[in-house]
């Protein structure tokens, strides 16, 4: 998939989103390095802590479909800023992936890429587990 279809499934996703409460909806393609790509959601919940974000959304199905290896994600969103992860999902995808590169997007369509490095510095991982 070009760059271009993959930040438009991204945006596709947009439309999937349920978030009843926040109305922010964001969507997310994530690609693998055999190149199969997963989409995610937003989806919340009348319990606010419970919902999940788009990004953890598409890594999760990857995962439990057996895939663990993930080059790029486009973060869609259709606000004025960049959809930038929130610090959950930073951590959460550094396990996997910590060399993704990840594509925010805003409403416009304008992209902001960045190395996940760049926006989890110094982030916690298994080499820390050094009891
Ligand atoms: N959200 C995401 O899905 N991904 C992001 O990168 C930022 C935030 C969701 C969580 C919540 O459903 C809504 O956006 C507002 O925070």
Redesign the pocket.
Known sequence: MTREELKAAAIGMLDRAY?PY?H?P?GAALECADGTVFTGC?I?NAAYPV?I???RTAMSKAISEGHRDFVRIV?AGRSEDY????GM?RQFMQEFAPELEVICLNGAGDELALPLKELLPYGFDNTHLNH
């Open positions: 978030c926040s922010f964001v937003n919340e919902g974000c788009a990004e973060v959809c930038v992860p929130c999902c």
